[in-house]
């Protein structure tokens, strides 16, 4: 069907959204677009795609759309509110929504997509702003067989690899579960920066160390240099980093797994949020750990100060 046709709607044009559609027009793909805010829709009208001026308008046009969204409750206003996903889908018209959010609200979507004769499938992806522009996303799918298949052209543009995962949920979770580890090595590699510059260590010279052992990995390799220079210019936003901890904790809860590391990361990003740097890199959680540590030191001199003992 659609995607045969190489014509597809996509719906959210943040950095994600807007780096993937740009990635579709350059392939050759039809792409009608909508943003919530419209605006954002004319540099990919510069770039050839037309634009929906609703999420139901872009559903009648196209017998396939993409969503990238920013988190659950985006997710579902897109398809459950005025002017949504669900007045218009029907019987041959599918839906993908790759924005990264938990088990249930995928499944909520599913059963209301599906009710209607829609088919549907989940589609999170691991890889940021650099890997959407560059095709390099890897597509962790899960939902209806048929359309997920029809879908690996799209699928083939957007990522260097595709994961077929099962009934809907699963790539929700696979996602969840690979972004839960990625914030905890976040900040163990924040409070090692941290702890290397306060105990006089040059931190260029602990990243290079890294990069030459077992725990070397690209996203040290990336964020490590832009930390050191307090470069925090948004790849992935923190506060979505944030969510996604928090929707794993959740998935921790239901399934009564302890993970003490994460939910101690999850508080140095809502630490992080709660200083204002939520719009910013999901490393800026470096700041947090920074002012933990003077505050702990100012805590410490206060304390020697009144006569009190410190660790
Ligand atoms: N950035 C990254 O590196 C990665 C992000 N992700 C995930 O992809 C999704 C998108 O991320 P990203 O592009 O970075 O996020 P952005 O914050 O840049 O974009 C969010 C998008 O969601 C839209 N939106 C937010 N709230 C609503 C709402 N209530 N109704 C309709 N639209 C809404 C925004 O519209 P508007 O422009 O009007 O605000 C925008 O289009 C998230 O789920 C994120 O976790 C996954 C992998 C990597
Ligand atoms: O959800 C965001 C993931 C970012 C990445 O995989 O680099």
Request: net charge negative; hydrophobic share 45%; proline share 4%.
């Amino acid at each position: 069907m659609a995607m045969e046709e190489k014509e597809v709607g996509f719906l959210g044009l943040g950095i994600m959204g807007k780096a993937m559609a740009t990635n579709l027009l350059r392939n050759g793909f039809k792409v009608t677009v909508w943003n919530r805010t419209l605006s954002k829709c004319d540099e990919l009208v510069e770039n050839g795609a037309s634009i929906g001026e609703t999420p139901a308008a872009v559903i009648k046009k196209c017998k396939c759309t993409i969503a990238m969204l920013s988190d659950p409750k985006a997710a579902l206003s897109v398809v459950f509110d005025k002017e949504g996903v669900l007045e218009q889908i029907c019987s041959g018209k599918g839906y993908i929504d790759m924005s990264t959010v938990d088990a249930d609200t995928s499944s909520k979507i599913n059963e209301a997509i599906t009710s209607r004769g829609g088919h549907f499938i989940e589609a999170p992806v691991s890889g940021s702003k650099k890997p959407a522009e560059d095709g390099q996303l890897v597509i962790l799918a899960a939902g209806e067989k048929a359309l997920y298949e029809e879908a690996i052209p799209a699928f083939n543009v957007l990522g260097k690899r595709s994961f077929y995962l099962g009934q809907v949920g699963n790539g929700a979770k696979m996602k969840l579960v690979v972004n839960m580890i990625m914030g905890s090595m976040m900040n163990a590699l924040s409070e090692g920066l941290a702890l290397a510059s306060t105990s006089g260590l040059d931190p260029q010279n602990l990243l290079d160390v890294l990069d030459l052992g077992a725990i070397a990995n690209p996203m040290f390799k990336m964020k490590g240099p832009t930390m050191i220079q307090n470069n925090y210019s948004p790849a992935f936003p923190l506060k979505h980093q944030q969510k996604d901890m928090r929707l794993a904790l959740a998935l921790g809860d239901e399934n009564a797994v302890s993970m003490p590391v994460a939910a101690a990361a999850n508080e140095a990003f809502k630490k992080a949020r709660s200083m204002g740097l939520g719009d910013l890199d999901f490393s800026a959680v470096f700041e947090a750990t920074k002012i933990c540590y003077f505050e702990s030191l100012v805590g410490f001199q206060e304390g020697q100060e009144h006569g009190i003992r410190g660790p």
